[in-house]
């Protein structure tokens, strides 16, 4: 009985860790690409992407090689097994980071306050399993408070809130996606990473080959204010991504969503600074 109660107990650590460390990625994430792409006028999010993705695999790969970590082999069957979590991960990261440029932070993150709804309408398909009456009003009063946040924005911008809208959509299938993943197909949170960051790369890739054409005349290449700004949205994009698969497969869809709304009523506090 002891001995349970002692796994309980760490169980229960290790959730609340994964949800914290998911809400401090994710909240700080929000300021660091805004910078990059307002201040600094770097607007290829798709580049940002590929470069996260690569270095994600090659520090997973060398973790592995050091013995520090074991993968999954890369193969069709886990890749096909991955590719609608890719899919749904691709389209998202990609259409978040362009609805981000163009609305302040505090209307954006405002808008992903619907995803916990949608996570939970989705997961009800998905696992056949009906949420409790205490959720379903929990979750409600969280999307009014969007409706009424939306209402007093001054700085309306369509496109961006239509991008916005969808991402939020695609989050939540990309959130069921990756704990059905977790739990029905037991794959452990950094084999399901490693797994889709190389799907992504060609994705991604060839979704944006078009802006990568534009690079190569960006006018801030030899700025070290710059570089250093690049290089940390590069890494803390991984550690976001890490972040966010571990807090999905040891805890849940839901519980991502409703953590990615509690750290915004900080985000939205410190945007309006």
Known sequence: MAQN?????????????????????????NFINKLLLNTWEFSHPGFILVMQ????VAGLKLL??????TLISYTTASARSCFLLSLFYSANTLLALFALSGMNVPMYVAMRRCVPL?????????????????????????????????????????????????SC??????????????????????????????????LITLTSLGSFMDLWKY????????????????FSGCLLNYSMFLCTTINSAIVTAVVGVAKSGFVTVLGEV
């Open 5 to 29: 109660e002692d796994v309980s107990h760490k169980s229960l650590q290790m959730m609340a860790f994964s949800a914290g460390f998911y809400g401090i990625c994710s909240g700080s994430m």
């Open 53 to 56: 993705l690569l270095t994600l």
């Open 64 to 69: 592995n090689a050091l013995g520090k970590i």
């Open 118 to 166: 949608a996570s939970l309408i989705i997961g009800t398909f998905v696992f056949f399993k009906r949420p409790t009456s205490l959720i379903i009003l929990s979750v409600s009063i969280l999307t009014l408070g969007t409706i009424i946040a939306g209402i007093g924005d001054l700085e309306f911008d369509l496109k961006s809130y239509i991008m916005g809208g969808t």
């Open 169 to 202: 959509i695609l989050m939540a299938s990309y959130l069921t996606t990756l704990q059905y993943n977790g739990t029905v197909k037991q794959m452990s949170s950094i084999d399901l990473l490693y797994i889709n960051s190389v799907n992504c790369i060609p």
């Open 219 to 234: 006018s801030y290449w030899t700025n070290i204010g710059f570089l250093l700004n690049l290089t940390v949205v590069v």
